[in-house]
């Protein structure tokens, strides 16, 4: 799996999420954006991340994280997850270039 760069920094993270507010995106093929790298943490339980050659691809990846595991999805990269048990507990966290655009608007907004 891939590594954040060094000079990226964790401008947003999201809610933790659960079977009952995991947005259905999340469940559904998407794609990181551009300049992005989503790192998936489990809080609780077991969660399965899948990584596809494209847009229409085949899986290429299948990684099961289990709690206190990580694993990161590079900028475009299309994926899905599916939550494994129960109470699985997950929280994304956003990774961009430290003097990037993303970040500045995203910490601008904090303010």
Request: hydrophobic letters at 35%; glycine letters at 4%.
């Amino acid at each position: 799996m891939s590594q954040i760069p060094n000079d990226f920094v964790n401008y947003k993270s999201s809610a933790i999420l659960t079977k009952d507010n995991v947005p259905k995106m999340f469940l559904h093929l998407h794609n990181t954006r551009a300049g992005v790298y989503g790192k998936i943490c489990v809080l609780a339980g077991t969660l399965k991340f899948y990584g596809f050659t494209d847009r229409r691809g085949e899986v290429e990846k299948e990684i099961v994280i289990h709690a206190n595991e990580s694993a990161i999805s590079p900028p475009q990269y299309w994926h899905k997850v599916a939550l494994l048990t129960e109470d699985t507990q997950f929280r994304v966290d956003f990774y961009a270039q430290q003097d990037s655009e993303i970040v500045k608007e995203n910490m601008s907004e904090r303010q």
